[in-house]
């Protein structure tokens, strides 16, 4: 359960924007959304083989 303490003289909206932040670094909603149809074990590998790769060809760009 998330608990998020509103500080004296604090406006609601700032104490809303700091839950919703929370909320979204637990990953509830992420792993709900990727629950929602089944993706085989194959796929899921070769999805992060991509993008792996991806983010080397990034960061290799980025070094020179």
Not at 16 to 35: A, D, H, N, P, W
Request: aromatic share 10%; charged share 40%.
């Amino acid at each position: 359960m998330l608990i998020v303490n509103v500080k004296e003289n604090e406006s609601i909206d700032k104490a809303l924007k700091r839950y919703k932040k929370k909320f979204e670094k637990t990953g509830v909603l992420r792993e709900l959304r990727s629950r929602t149809e089944y993706v085989k074990r194959s796929v899921r590998r070769r999805e992060q083989v991509i993008k792996a790769a991806y983010r080397q060809t990034l960061f290799a760009t980025e070094n020179y």
